[in-house]
């Protein structure tokens, strides 16, 4: 798909540029050719009325000629004037700059006289002409058009010439526009191709225990159901995460489409937190790990109290997952003028450098084999629930520190200030 854009986009883009090179140089070469096609008019008409016995010279500091004419006598012009009487009998009547025989002139007379247009260009001699038929006398003006034609031909090739250097120069700019405009289309396609295909094979996992259950209770149709009481919990087990996992897909589904429901207010961040703590108290002292705090009394933020809950759920719930037996997690809530920290910290392992750039990627995990693991979802949930409320998240993590997750979040989100600067 991404290919197929590709090649439209260049297509497009080409023939767009192709067709304003057509008309740049057409209009190029019409006005050009339509300047000489003036140009020679002026002169026929110069030498078609001037006097066959004036040889004019020019003479140096003669005043010039309103701006627009040409002189009135012009023996620079190469061509000459021939006269065609009632007979029939053709005349040279003037020559200007050229020389010319009278089988030659004969020729040319009676091409003109043959045709039907008073004015045109002979290109057999590279002459231009003008007719003019006077009490039955005609006298035809011939003008040499050699290096008009040379030059309109020098023109039309050097217009193709660069005409096709420049298309190329930018086919090679519109393919770097293209691969540079579309990169982040491609990442996107790519990271929604992963998603599909990961949040299918998340779902596919408990779909296959669910029926196989089924199966089961089926094949035992005489059975009750405290006989199969482990075959139904499983199933319900499973359904529950199948549950769990699609709301997350879901809620992640609106923060990309920014459906999330952004109606803030004033939040106790303080209270959020340590309502969080008290919630994992079992939980941590069932996996044997010893939960710590230190958090600001009255730190209050604008923004969404369900998510700011989630929030604190999903960082917990990671440090839990990921202690050490008989280790520690330790959260920490700050407050300054301009916003709030959050720090979650938890001892164990550290996490290997190449995966930290990957943690809050999408169905990432840094260790798929681990059941505990979850489905890669919570910090990508984490970071969408951080972005909305203008902050940022961060994680660091060492072998002597443990692992911590930093969270900024501003006491005002832009969305809430922008709101007010509205209501105002």
């Known amino acids: 798909m991404i290919q197929s854009l590709k090649k439209k986009f260049i297509l497009i883009s080409m023939s767009l540029v192709l067709v304003v090179l057509l008309a740049v140089f057409t209009a190029l070469c019409v006005s050009t050719a339509t300047s000489q096609r003036q140009t020679a008019e002026r002169g026929l008409e110069s030498l078609l009325h001037r006097d066959t016995d004036n040889t004019t010279q020019f003479e140096i500091g003669k005043p010039s000629s309103p701006s627009g004419s040409l002189p009135h006598n ?3 012009l190469a061509g000459f004037v021939v006269t065609v009487d009632e007979d029939g009998t053709v005349t040279i009547d003037s020559v200007s700059s050229v020389i010319i025989s009278d089988d030659t002139a004969q020729a040319l007379a009676t091409m003109v006289m043959n045709s039907s247009q008073d004015s045109g260009l002979i290109r057999s001699y590279s002459l231009r002409y003008l007719r003019d038929t006077t009490d039955g006398v005609t006298r035809i003006a011939f003008l040499d058009a050699s290096s008009n034609i040379s030059a ?43 998603f599909v295909a990961d949040a299918s094979h998340e779902l596919k996992t408990p779909l296959t225990v669910i029926l196989a259950n089924q199966k089961i209770l089926l094949s035992h149709a005489n059975h009750t159901i405290a006989q199969e009481r482990q075959w139904i919990e499983n199933t319900s087990s499973e359904g529950s995460r199948m549950k769990l996992l699609i709301e997350d897909l879901l809620f992640l589904a609106k923060t990309d489409s920014e459906r999330v429901d952004r109606t803030y207010s004033e939040v106790c961040l303080s209270d959020v937190a340590q309502n969080s703590l008290l919630s994992f108290a079992s939980v941590t002292f069932e996996a044997g790990v010893t939960l710590e705090d230190e958090i600001q009394p009255s730190v209050s933020l604008q923004g969404s109290e369900s998510q700011l809950r989630r929030l604190c759920g999903i960082l917990l719930d990671n440090a839990v997952k990921y202690a050490n037996a008989n280790g520690k997690v330790r959260l920490e809530l700050r407050a300054d003028s301009s916003g709030a920290t959050l720090r979650v910290n938890n001892t164990g392992a550290p996490i290997a450098e190449e995966d930290l750039p990957h943690l809050f990627e999408r169905f990432y995990r840094v260790d798929r084999s681990r059941s505990t693991g979850g489905y890669g979802l919570g910090l990508s949930i984490a970071e969408n629930i951080v972005r909305s409320h203008g902050g940022r998240i961060s994680v660091a993590s060492t072998a002597a520190a443990g692992t911590t997750f930093t969270v900024y979040l501003p006491l005002v989100p832009p969305k809430a200030k922008r709101d007010k600067k509205a209501q105002a």
């Open 74 to 76: 012009n023996d620079y």
């Open 152 to 194: 309109m031909t020098e023109l039309i090739i050097t217009s193709l010439l660069v005409g096709a250097l420049a298309l190329l120069a930018f086919f090679f700019i519109i393919l770097f526009l293209a691969n540079w405009a579309l990169k982040p289309v491609e990442a996107s396609w790519n990271r929604q191709r992963q």
